[in-house]
Nanobody, 121 residues
Framework: QVQLVESGGGLVQAGGSLRLSCAAS????????MRWYRQAPGKQREFVAR???????YYIDSVKGRFTISRDNAKKTVYLQMNSLKAEDTAVYYC???????????????WGQGTQVTVSS
């Protein structure tokens, strides 16, 4: 079984920072692309950022220059450093990863349980 476990959410004032972590655990061969999504109250879940196993990153425009995604392949962990937080960043943040259970097989999609980020204005 594969599990993604997020941590690091919380309550912060506007302009503050938080660092989210997401660790993959269980029995698997490799982890491919890792992503962060978020879902604000009453809204659809939206993509935030992604990082490939080689370290290539991509962000949505609203977080560029404020958020940084990184990963530690040895620890099978992805991070999201969030700076200059705004009230509109308030959401449940979810980790998502492509995981290959066995060598030579396809990647499958896994999700974490989510961590709440609340930014007070």
């Amino acid at each position: 079984q594969v599990q993604l476990v997020e941590s690091g959410g919380g309550l912060v004032q506007a302009g503050g920072s938080l660092r989210l972590s997401c660790a993959a655990s269980g029995s698997f061969f490799s982890v491919g692309v890792m992503r962060w999504y978020r879902q604000a109250p009453g809204k659809q879940r939206e993509f935030v950022a992604r990082i490939t196993s080689a370290g290539s990153t991509y962000y949505i425009d609203s977080v560029k220059g404020r958020f940084t995604i990184s990963r530690d392949n040895a620890k099978k962990t992805v991070y999201l450093q969030m700076n200059s937080l705004k009230a509109e960043d308030t959401a449940v943040y979810y980790c998502n990863a492509d995981v290959r259970r066995y060598s030579g097989t396809a990647y499958y999609d896994y999700w974490g349980q989510g961590t709440q980020v609340t930014v007070s204005s």
